[in-house]
C-alpha cells in the first residue's frame, strides 16, 4: 500500500472542507499534551518521592530514553501518516487482531486522559473562584462533587467538543493559544523559583520514600514519567490531517525537540519549586508549584498565577487527547472493528463528529468519578503508553525491509541497536510499571489499575467477538485500504 497523501479519503475530505493543520501546530499539539496539568498537583509528591535533585533526574532521564522510541515513531509515521497512529502501525506489521488490541488500548488512554481533564479543569476553577463551587452533590474517596462542579464539567465538556467538531483547524488554532500562553507562564513561574528560592531547600537532593537504598524512590518516579511524555501517542493522530507532508528529518528534528524541552521543563520546574519553599511545606501542600511560586515572589497572586498555568495545561491536554481519542474511533469505524457509524465525517468541517460526541459523553462519565481516579489513571496510562511503545517498536523491526531505498521514510539511524533500545526501554517501562502497581495495591487486593485494564479487555473481547460478521463481510483487501486511507471507488 502506498503511504503517499494525494490518494487518501480523509485528505481529499479535509480539502474540500479548508480544514488543516500545518507543521508548525505539530509542536503546540504536542507540546501542549506534554505540559498539561499534572506538574500543578504531583510536583510534591514527586519531591516527597525521590527529593528534588532525584525526581528532576528522573524527568530528565525518562524524557531522553524516550528519544529513541521518538524516532522510531518518526520511522513508521512516515510510512503509514493515516489517522489511527499505532493502530495502523499494528495492522500493517501484525494483522487485524493486533490493529483493535491495539486501537482499543488507545481508546481507553485517550478517553481516561478526557475524563481526567475535564474534572480537573472544574476543579481548578473553583479553587480559582471559592464563589463558583456550589452546594455538594456527592463524594467520591473522599472528594466532592458540587454542583458548581457539575456545572463547570458540562460547560467544558460542551465547549470542547464544539471546538473539535469544527475540525482540525479550529482545534489547532485553540491548541496554539492556550499553549503559548502556559509557556509563557511556565517561564515565569521557574524564573521565580529560582530567583526568589535558596539552595539549602535542596538539601538533600536525593532522598527515599523509606529507608533503605536512596535511589528507590528515583526509580519510583521514572517509572511514571511515560505517562507525562504520552503526548507522543497523540502526535500520530495529527499527521493525517496535516496541509502538505513535512519531510522524514524535519519531523524527526521536531520531535526531538519537543521531547527535550519537555525534559527540560520538568527538571527545571522541579528544582525550582524545591529552592522556593522548604520541603516540609511543599509536601503538605495540595498544590506545591502554587505554594513554591507564592514563597518565591512573596504574594498570593502567584500561586493564582500557576493555577491558571495549569488550567491551560488542562486545556491544552484535553483538546489534544479528544480529538487523538476521536481520530482512533475513526480509525476502528473505517476498519469496521467497531460500528462503521464512526467513521462518518462532517460534510462541512471533516471532523470525526460521531467519535467527538462519543468521547465527550464517555469522558463526562468518567469525570462523575472525580479527582479519587487521578492515581489509577496515572499508573494505568504508564502501563498502556508503555505497551503502546513497545507494539510501535516491535512493528518497525517487522516492516524495515519493505521500503528500502524510498526517501520518503525516514529511518532510524544505528539500526538494530538504537531501535533496539527503545524496545529494551519499553520491556524496562512495563515492567517498572507492574512493579509499581503492585507495591502500591491495598495489602491482599490486586491492583485497581489491573483490574481497570481487565475490565476493559474484557469489553473489548466481547466487541471483538459480537463484530465477527461484520468484520469478515468487509474483506481484509478493502479493510487495508480503508485503513490506509484510500477513497474506494
Known sequence: ??????????????????????????????????????????????????????????FLVGGLMLIPIALCYVEVGSRYPHAGGEFVYAYSAFGVGAAFFTGWLLLLLFISLTAFEIVAAAWIVTIIVPSWTGPGLYEVAGFPISLGMLILMVAGVLCVSWVNFRGSASMAKAQDCTTYVLIALAVLIIAGGFAGGETRHLVPLVSAPQPGWAYYGVLGVFATTPIWYCGLNALPQALSELDTKPSPARLARLVVYILVGSAL?????????????????????????????????????????VLVAGLLGVVTTWNAAHYAAAQILFALGRARLLPEAFSRKHPRYGSAYVGIVFVAIVGMLGALGGVSMIGIIVNAGVLIAATLFFITCLSLFRLRGDDVGDPDHYRVPGYPWLPGLALAYAVCTIVFGLLVTWQARLPGRIPAEWLVLAGWGALGMLLWWRGRASREALGEDTRARLIHGEELT
Request: proline residues 2%; hydrophobic residues 55%; positive net charge.
Open 265 to 305: 521543563f520538568y527538571f527545571l520546574l522541579i528544582l525550582s519549586t524545591g529552592m522556593a519553599a522548604p520541603r516540609e511545606v511543599l509536601i503538605k501542600s495540595e498544590f506545591a508549584t502554587a505554594t513554591a511560586a507564592q514563597w518565591a515572589y512573596g504574594m498570593r497572586a502567584a500561586a493564582q498565577m
Open 1 to 58: 500500500m502506498s503511504g503517499r497523501r494525494a490518494d487518501s479519503a480523509e485528505t481529499m475530505t479535509r480539502t474540500v472542507a479548508g480544514n488543516f493543520l500545518r507543521f508548525h501546530q505539530l509542536f503546540t499539539f504536542a507540546i501542549g499534551f506534554l505540559l498539561g496539568f499534572g506538574w500543578v498537583v504531583m510536583t510534591g509528591t514527586w519531591i516527597k518521592g525521590a527529593g528534588p535533585g532525584g525526581a528532576a533526574l528522573a
